[in-house]
Structure formats: structure tokens, C-alpha cells
């Protein structure tokens, strides 16, 4: 249950703002989760390099000499930017395998929030003006970006357990609503060697969409099939490194409100998300259809 | 003529100002400035006063109305005049879902489109929407009349009782036990008044008639669900 | 008549434990007619209670209180979170909402009366607000039901709390239902419903899903009251822990929690016997979710679902509940299932005590039904007297386990002054099984 925001820039303009819009969008859908809040920044990749959002609760202690010691066992550069729980590494994008296994090998507490290669995910327990500030997301360029304010159902209200979810690379998800058939799916997805980390209903629908594509699916396809697969009430919004899209279950009870104009396309749970976006009166406001897929794409 | 500025003032000054309106009162104009989208605006109003709200509502505008006139300039948000009792709500832009919910009397004016489920569980009250509406519209609906002037959505009136629907331009598909009857003289008198009411440029015999088929009003072994 | 068994010992007959009796005139039921068994009240199997539950008492490490003579407060204060006016009530035990339709006028009456006489409340229910409910019940809940039937804002001003009903004990998940027989003129125009029709009312309320919509719809509500009068919310004995917790983010004032044996005027039996968890399982993770909140005390917990003495108040309060809420055994107080009418039970093909048939309205008492000739047969205000009599009996029984225990206020009854006699209730209630210090599930311990 829950509180969701969308921008999506088509105006590079507003591409320096892309933060603060977002960070005031999210703030306002506080009521609608108090207990986490996550934030899914896209920004220009940089050629020839990839990167991964982490975190780790001993920050200090985890991200201290990291880069170093992974650059050398890349025999490769890396970087590593900390923002508070959070540190982003930048490493060559045909590195991303290895980089990987030797993050788990080297630091297996630190937990990974995105992979990719313009994504990078902030998320943490608090209120939505707490965490959006830890990370500076106000300070942030991107050309689109989503996020969550969560209202925890039955899982743990953790890191973990908050919203964004990476699918796959550059991709993620975040839901507002209650599933029904999580836990058979879990076990089902856990069968066919999917990592999943925690209790949590959303991150069973991003690993089912993760399996998805795994198995030979486009992002559209696997969002087509969790109209079958997925059971229970849910407004999805998936990021991707081009643009985003929207699916809500057919019976479609959770809200959702769209606005676009020659210069973005916004989601928000509510409008009053959405009032502070430049041109607002002016905009196309409408409400996604249930049980269909809309995508957004530069 | 009141202006009130509800970012400046607060919701709860601006219900209970309003509440308060006597039926006598002579204060009967009231413009509300800057909305954004805010919750519970003029709620469980009970006097013959016309308030103008400047821009866009959230969830439960002009709820519980009662004689009040309340026009929205600009797109209302969920359940917008839900359970009105009677007086008039007029949305100029487009309506969210549960648009006149359980609505007892009065009129409920829609410019735009309406989302899913207009006018779930009606219960007497008048809606008229110049758009399209969304699906589950009038599910339940108990009396009163819909009249849509675009589309329907699907599973229109699923499971309806007594209420009239009206619908000029195709609907996708008809819920449980509502079927197409037959539109007759008086029907389209009734319509005639409602979309002058409603400010349409529509013509009755432009419409089709929804109902109920009546056939779930008891439990039978074909029907039980 | 010629012996087939060359009197050779015979297998006696033996009935099946799993096709029983009862079993297989159901599967005969059901074959006849095509179509599921409707009934009124709780679930009537057996499980955990709080019969399984003791209290210790006091001896010589506890000193006991003197009955009569020494004060054991009974008063409680429901809904201090928000309202400007919370309901202050001289017993912890009120009446649960039961609609008018379900009941008679002079049913509901009654259960006015006898509540407003021993200081409680009363609830209404889906069919809204009656003057005569009204009139003889000086503290009111009124009930907000996915229906919205008779709903509007002049009743809910007159309230003095409002209920938010999301689910009830004996349907989980489940709308309510009254079927034709009782649908009477008046009930139907209240209803705004065609008279004699099966009426079934939605399982979602129709204008918000999910506690995020809840906070807003309550938000509303408050406006239209003016913050005055406290918001209950009442869920069914589902997913207590998450449900409580929900509830409280959503802004509750109140929690309204009602197990699978708490009574429906009408649903499907196999609704009431298999969907929803026994009171006895439900307390403690609600506790337990407004203590990880913060709230215990802060928002009020009210149980429900087969309270039937003052010991079950006592050992509800014990265990960490505010308030009870009474509804089957208000009816059996007022004279609902009376030996006094086994004739016209046994015409009804049933029996005193097991009368379940609410939904047809032909109930030999007079009180669940709309029939004018069967409600003469109940007096209100003998009613009213009776139920006012029980509800100072329970009361009194409670104060004597308190006393007992020591406590000079019901809320002071704890976890820690209870057993249990069997491993079943020992966990559910997370209190240890008699003679040891242990529960099944005990934080620390191996089963």
C-alpha cells in the first residue's frame, strides 16, 4: 500500500531538475507510506561503463578501500561515490559479471540496489523527506526517474523491503497494491534459481518479471503475462534505460494519474503529486485503462 | 463573493466555515483558491451556497453534499459528490474513479470523462457525463439515472438493481443481469429533462436504455455466486 | 422372518467419522436444491477458547481485593487518539452492530435500552439508523458498511462514534446478505431496494481499496463530523498483526476486532465454519501490533466473537483488549433460541439452542425478523431490562475475577494472570500451559 511517482522528461531542459521535481512528488505521497521511501534515478550513461548502487548498514566500514580492492582484482578501474547508506561504483560495462561476483566475494554484506548503466537506486526506511535528503536526490540530473512511498502490508519494513525493485539491468519496479499468490510464486521463481531476499510481494512481481525476460521475453511481454500470472490488486510502474511504463490489474482499484506535456509524461497515485510540475494546467491528465500496458520511450 | 485560499488556510478552517452556512445565509459565493489536488474539499455541506473551487481536487470532493452547489474548475479526483444527499456538483474537466458513489439525490455534472465504477452502488442520485465512462460503471446501482453522452466501459452495471442507464455512444461490454430494454416514451421525456439539466448537446433518441434483467433479485441455483 | 445370517457373527454398523451424519444431509441438502446453505450466527465447531483459560488468582504472594467494598473501576474511555469527544462508558462491554433488518425495530430498541441503562454502548448496522435505535440508546455507533445503505451525513452527526466496518468474524472477505423474507417495506425503503429481493451487499467498500485510500476516506469523515466523535475500524479475525497495524496507520481511533465465532444476520455456513481465526488466537497479535506501534492503550482495542460471561471479559482485558462487544448473547439475553418456543422450533425443523434460520425471518421470539405478527411477540422494554441484567451480571462476575486477582481496575488484569489448560489455547494465547512456564511458540524455547 502505497504512494508512486513518475517523471519522464522529453524536454532535456528540465533534465537538471529532474531530482527536485521528483523529490517534491515523492514528499507529497508521504501519507500514502510513511515507513520507507526509494527513488530510481536514469542518467546519461557514459560510454564503455557500467555501474552498481549499493548499500550497507556499516557504510564506513564496508565502502572503505572497496574500489581499490576491487580494481584490483578487476585488474580495471573503479570508483566509488558514497552517498550516506548508499555509494554508487563505476566500473568498464564488460566488467558487469565480474564486478559482481567479486563485490559478493569480497564485501558479502554490502547489498546491491541496481545494476546497469544508467540506473541508480536510493532506498531506505523513513519518511519520504528524511531519505529523499540522505541522498540529495533534489541534487540529482536524469532524463526520467521513479518513486515509492511505502506503507508496509505484512513483510518487514527494511531496506530491502523498500520499493524500488531491480528486475534486470537498468530496469526496476515499484507497486502499489496487495498481491494474493506471492508465496506459491516465490517458490516456484526460488525453483528456477531466481534470487529473491526477502517476504515481500513486490519483489516476488520483479523477479517474476526478471524470469520473464530471463527465459526470452520483452519487458512488455512479461508485463503482459503478469496480467495472467500475477493475482491480487496492483498499479505497476516499471522503469527502463529509455523511458517507463504503467500496468494495473484488471479490476484496477488502486489509483493512478497520468499528466504529459510537450515536455514530460508524470505518473503520480495522486494528482496533488503531480501539482507542482511546470505546466500543470495545462497539461493531458488522464487515468491508465486497466489491464494494459503503456510505455513511454525516448 | 468569498475567496478562500486553502493553502493558506487549511482544510479544516475551510470545512468548517462552510458547514456553518445557515440556510439564510447571505454569504452564498465562495471561490476556493488553490486546491492542488487536496483532499475532502467542501464535504457534508448543508446549505443553498454556490462554491467554485479553482483547480484540480483529490479524493471525496463535495462528499455527503447536501443543497450546495459545488463546481470544480477543473479535474476531480476519487469519489468526487460520493454519497450525496441533493443539490448539484458540476466538474468541469474530468472525474476519477467512484464519481457519485452511493449518491442519494442531487446532480452530479461531469464535462469531462469518468473513470471506472460511476456511480457504484447509486442510490437515487442524477449523473450526467458528457465523456466516456470507465469500466464497473454503476455496479449495484440501486436508482437513480446515469447518462453517459460518449462511451461506456466494460461490465457496465454488473449486478444492478433498480437505477437507469443511458448511453449514447457504444458501451464495451454489460456486466452480470444488465441488459438493453426498451426506450420508451417516458424514458425519453426523463432523458430530454436530464440533459438539459446537465447542459448536453445531445438528443434523447440518440441514446439506448440499460437495466436490469432482474434475474439475480433471488438466489437460484443458476445464479448463486 | 428367516435368519440370512445363519447366525454367524455379524460386523456391527459403523458410522464413518469423516461422511457423518450431519455430513451426508448436507451432500443430500445440496444435491436437492443446487444451492449453498445460508444461516445466521458464528461458527458452531469447537475450538480454543476461553473456557481453556484460568485465572491464578491471589494468595500470599498477591493480596486480593474485598468484593463490594473495595473499589474494581470498570470504566473506559474509547477513542482518545483524535475525537474531541471520546465515548466514555461505566462498563467495558458493548452491544456490536447489528442492522435493522436483521433485527426488528423493537429489537434494536431494546438493545438501546438495556445498554443506555448499564452505561454501554450500542451499534447499528447495514441498514442504517433507526429513530427508535436513536431515541433509546444514549451512546451510538454508527456503522460505515460497503453498502452505505440509509448512509448520510445527518445520521452521521448524530453518532456519537463511527464505525468503518472493513470485515466481521464470521466472513472475512465477505459482504452481507438479507434475503428477501425480511425485506419488508420498510426496510426496503430505508435500503432503497425493491421490496422481497435477496439482497447481497459488496465485500470492498465502493469508494476506496487498501489503507493507503482508507487514511484519506477517514480524513473525510472527520471533516464532515468535525474531529468530534472517535472512528472505530473494524476488521474480522483474519491477519490480526498486519490488519491492527494497518488500521492504526490508516488513523484509527479505535480497533474493532471480531473473531470467527462472532455472529452474521446472514452469510454462507461455509463462510462461518471455514474462513477466519477463533478470538482466542486473534488478541495477542493485536496487542502485539499496537505495542511494536507504540499504541497500546493509545488506540483502543474492543474483541468480539463468542463473549459470552463476565470470565471471557475478564480474560479478554487480561490478555489485552479495552472492551468487548457482545451481539449472539445480547440476542439470547433478550430472548433469542428460548426453550420457551420448542414447539415452534421443532415446526421450523430445529430445536431451542440451535435455531440458526435468522435469514427467513420466522423467528418464534420475535427479534430476527420483520414479520408484524411474530414482533408483537417481543416486548422492548422488558428487553431492554433483561439485557441491562445480564450485562451487570457479567460485569460483576469480571470485577470478582479482578478482585480476585488483586486489580482495582478491569485494565489491570495481565497476560501473566492467566493459564492455560491445553497446549492449543496455551498457544494461542501465549500463556503457559498450567504448571509450567511454557507456551508452545514461547520466544527462547524449543518445541
Given amino acids: ?298 | 463573493m468569498q475567496t478562500f485560499d486553502l493553502a493558506a488556510e487549511g482544510l479544516r478552517s475551510l470545512n468548517a466555515t462552510l458547514q456553518a452556512q445557515a440556510n439564510e445565509t447571505n454569504q452564498t459565493g465562495w471561490d476556493i483558491i488553490n486546491p492542488r489536488g487536496s483532499h475532502a474539499i467542501a464535504v457534508g455541506l448543508d446549505a443553498p451556497i454556490e462554491v467554485h473551487v479553482m483547480g484540480s481536487t483529490g479524493y471525496y470532493c463535495a462528499g455527503m453534499n447536501k443543497q450546495a452547489t459545488v463546481h470544480v474548475h477543473g479535474s476531480a479526483g476519487p469519489g468526487v459528490a460520493e454519497n450525496m444527499m441533493s443539490g448539484t456538483v458540476v466538474v468541469e474537466g474530468d472525474a476519477s474513479q467512484y464519481a457519485g458513489a452511493t449518491g442519494n439525490g442531487g446532480t452530479l455534472i461531469i464535462k469531462g470523462n469518468a473513470s471506472s465504477r460511476c456511480g457504484i452502488s447509486m442510490k437515487g442520485i442524477d449523473i450526467i457525463v458528457h465523456g466516456n465512462i470507465g469500466h464497473m460503471s454503476a455496479f449495484m446501482a440501486q436508482s437513480g439515472n446515469l447518462v453517459v453522452c460518449g462511451d461506456a466501459g466494460d461490465a457496465l452495471g454488473d449486478s444492478l438493481y433498480e437505477a437507469r442507464l443511458f448511453v449514447r455512444g457504444s458501451v464495451k461490454s454489460l456486466g452480470a443481469d444488465c441488459i438493453e430494454k426498451e426506450m420508451r416514451p417516458e424514458h425519453l421525456e426523463l432523458l430530454a429533462e436530464l440533459l438539459e439539466r446537465g447542459g448536453c448537446d445531445a438528443k434523447p433518441e440518440e441514446f439506448k436504455r440499460y437495466g436490469s434483467a432482474r434475474q439475480l433479485y433471488n438466489f437460484k441455483p443458476d445464479n448463486a455466486y | 422372518m428367516k435368519d440370512e445370517t445363519h447366525g454367524a457373527p455379524r460386523t456391527q454398523p459403523i458410522q464413518s467419522a469423516t461422511f457423518t451424519q450431519s455430513i451426508n444431509a448436507e451432500i443430500r441438502r445440496a444435491a436437492a436444491t443446487g444451492i449453498y446453505d445460508i444461516r445466521g450466527g458464528g461458527a458452531k465447531r469447537k475450538v480454543p477458547h476461553f473456557d481453556d483459560l484460568l485465572f491464578l488468582g491471589a494468595s500470599i504472594s498477591r493480596y486480593p481485593l474485598e468484593g463490594y467494598r473495595e473499589r474494581c473501576d470498570t470504566s473506559v474511555t474509547l477513542g482518545t487518539r483524535f475525537a474531541k469527544n471520546p465515548i466514555q462508558l461505566d462498563i467495558p462491554i458493548t452491544i456490536a452492530g447489528m442492522s435493522f433488518g436483521a433485527l426488528s425495530g423493537p429489537a434494536k430498541e431494546a438493545l438501546g435500552r438495556g445498554a443506555t441503562l448499564a452505561g454501554t454502548s450500542t451499534t447499528t448496522g447495514d441498514g442504517g439508523m433507526t429513530p427508535e435505535e436513536r431515541g433509546h440508546s444514549k451512546k451510538l455507533v454508527y456503522q460505515y458498511l460497503p453498502s452505505r445503505y440509509g448512509m448520510n451525513p445527518d445520521d452521521l452527526r448524530r453518532a456519537d462514534a463511527i464505525e468503518v466496518v472493513v470485515g466481521q468474524g464470521a466472513k472475512p472477505g465477505g459482504g452481507g446478505m438479507l434475503l428477501g423474507q425480511k425485506i419488508s417495506d420498510r426496510v426496503a425503503q430505508m435500503r432503497n431496494l425493491p421490496k422481497g429481493i435477496d439482497q447481497r451487499s459488496a465485500c470492498r467498500h465502493p469508494d476506496w481499496t487498501g489503507p493507503d485510500d482508507l487514511e484519506i476516506k477517514l480524513l473525510e469523515l472527520r471533516e464532515i463530523t468535525g474531529w468530534r466523535v472517535p472512528i472505530y475500524i473494524k476488521v474480522g479475525g483474519a491477519r490480526p498483526y498486519f490488519d491492527t497495524t494497518l488500521a492504526v496507520k490508516a488513523g484509527a481511533d479505535v480497533v474493532v476486532l471480531d473473531g470467527m465465532q462472532g455472529g452474521t444476520a446472514a452469510t454462507q455456513d461455509v463462510f462461518i465454519e471455514h474462513v477466519g481465526q477463533p478470538i482466542l488466537a486473534c488478541i495477542r497479535e493485536a496487542v502485539r501490533a499496537l505495542q511494536d506501534l507504540g499504541m497500546h492503550r493509545e488506540v483502543q482495542l474492543i474483541v468480539s466473537g463468542g463473549i459470552r460471561t463476565g470470565a471471557d471479559v475478564a480474560k479478554c482485558m487480561a490478555l489485552g483488549a479495552d472492551a468487548v462487544a457482545i451481539g449472539t448473547a445480547a440476542l439470547i439475553a433478550l430472548g433469542d433460541n428460548d426453550p420457551k418456543w420448542e414447539s415452534e422450533y421443532n415446526k421450523l425443523g430445529t430445536t431451542a439452542g440451535a435455531y440458526d434460520d435468522w435469514h427467513e425471518g420466522k423467528d418464534p421470539a420475535g427479534i430476527t425478523t420483520q414479520d408484524p405478527e411474530l414482533m408483537k411477540r417481543f416486548d422492548p422494554i422488558e428487553g431492554g431490562r433483561r439485557l441491562n441484567n445480564y450485562l451487570k451480571v457479567m460485569t460483576l462476575e469480571a470485577q470478582t475475577i479482578a478482585r480476585a486477582c488483586g486489580k482495582s481496575h478491569l485494565h489491570n488484569l495481565e497476560p501473566e494472570d492467566l493459564c492455560a489448560v491445553t497446549m492449543e489455547a496455551a498457544a494461542m494465547a501465549k500463556v503457559p500451559l498450567a504448571g509450567t512456564d511454557w507456551w508452545p511458540g514461547k520466544p527462547g524455547t524449543s518445541f
Avoid at chain 1, 178 to 197: A, F, Q
Avoid at chain 1, 230 to 236: A, E, I, K, S, V
Fill in chain 1, 1 to 298: 500500500m502505497c504512494g508512486i511517482v513518475g517523471l519522464f522528461l522529453k524536454d532535456k531542459a528540465l533534465e537538471p531538475q529532474l531530482g527536485s521535481l521528483l523529490t517534491d512528488m515523492l514528499i507529497t505521497m508521504t501519507d500514502r507510506g510513511p515507513d520507507s521511501a526509494g527513488i530510481a534515478i536514469y542518467g546519461a550513461p557514459q560510454a564503455g561503463h557500467a555501474k552498481l548502487t549499493i548499500q550497507s548498514d556499516n557504510a564506513a566500514q564496508d565502502f572503505d578501500g572497496l574500489a581499490e580492492r576491487l580494481s584490483s582484482e578487476l585488474g580495471a578501474p573503479v570508483t566509488l561515490t558514497r552517498k550516506d547508506t548508499h555509494a554508487v561504483l563505476d566500473f568498464p560495462a564488460d566488467k558487469a559479471t565480474e564486478t559482481r561476483a567479486a563485490l559478493e566475494s569480497i564485501a558479502p554484506g554490502v547489498r546491491v540496489m541496481s545494476a546497469g548503466e544508467s540506473l541508480e537506486i536510493y532506498k531506505e526506511v523513513g519518511l519520504p523527506k528524511d531519505v529523499a535528503a540522505r541522498f540529495d536526490i533534489s541534487a540529482m540530473h536524469g532524463t526520467h526517474g521513479i518513486g515509492h512511498t511505502r506503507m508496509a502490508t505484512e513483510s518487514a519494513v527494511t531496506t530491502m523491503g523498500a520499493h524500488p525493485f531491480n528486475t534486470g539491468a537498468d530496469q526496476c519496479l515499484v507497486h502499489n497494491g496487495s498481491l494474493s499468490n506471492h508465496n506459491s510464486l516465490r517458490r516456484k521463481l526460488l525453483r528456477e534459481g531466481v534470487r529473491i531476499e526477502t517476504q515481500n510481494d513486490t519483489e516476488v512481481a520483479a523477479a517474476y518479471l526478471t524470469w520473464k525476460m530471463r527465459e526470452g521475453a520483452t519487458l512488455g511481454e512479461a508485463l503482459e503475462s503478469s496480467l495472467v500470472d500475477l493475482d491480487g490488486f496492483f498499479t505497476f510502474v516499471v522503469g527502463t534505460e529509455d523511458g517507463f511504463g504503467v500496468v494495473r490489474d484488471p479490476i484496477a482499484c488502486k489509483p493512478a494519474v497520468m499528466a504529459e506535456t510537450d515536455q514530460y509524461v508524470a505518473f503520480g497515485s495522486e494528482y496533488r503529486a503531480l501539482v507542482n510540475l511546470p505546466g500543470i494546467e495545462q497539461a493531458r491528465v488522464w487515468e491508465p485503462e486497466p489491464a494494459t500496458v503503456y510505455f513511454w520511450k525516448h
